[in-house]
């Protein structure tokens, strides 16, 4: 399976990093194409620490903790609209905006974007390919939820940043793991079921 990943500046990084081991573990994922926006950087060094400046595919295997020589990582520049995840002639499974900044999400539901993330989610909708967004913003206004409504109307999923409590969580991870199997389950990738739900006994009487 092919997949594009777009980091952007909204807060969680850990949800992107998290994101990308998951699938990167999966087994099911042979490439991602990642795109980062500027700002993605800049909360990416607030957040962990982490240099993401002047990426590269190298980089990304490091901070992922993957071997040097992993393929599975194919970095494509934001201002470059010649990348493959630009043409939907590119043969893919759809696209994942974690985290999701609202200036991103404004500018695909606007679909007027000027860069390879916005043209990249405009692409998946066009060819009906799975668009999830991970939108990270409290409170939300009344234009950013239209924005939401607007996008779900053009077929885009809307997963915000919520993780739920009642798998207990004990740490961080616990937490942000919880948040990305739902995006992993809406590509039926496989991860461990320990945060999913499995109801309370039927009531069979
Ligand atoms: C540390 C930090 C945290 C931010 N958190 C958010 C956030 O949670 N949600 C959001 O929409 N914007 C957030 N922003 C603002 C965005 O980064 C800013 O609007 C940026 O222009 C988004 O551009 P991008 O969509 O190209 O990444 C944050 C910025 C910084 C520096």
Redesign the pocket.
Known sequence: MELTVAI?????TIYAHRTLQLLAASGAVGTINLIM????A??AQ??MGVNLKDPSAEKFNKWLGLDSGSKLIRYWRLDNLAAKPSSGSNRQAGMIIV?C?????G?VASGAGT?L?HRAADVCLKEGRKLVLV???TPYNAIQLENMLRLSHAGARILPACPGFYHRPKTIDDLVEHLCFRILDQFDIPHSKKSQWTGEEADNG
Do not use: H, K, Q
Request: proline share 8%.
């Open positions: 952007t500046g909204a807060s969680g926006s500027d700002t993605a800049t909360v607030v957040e985290p900044s609202m200036g991103t999400l500018a860069n993330i939108p990270r913003e």
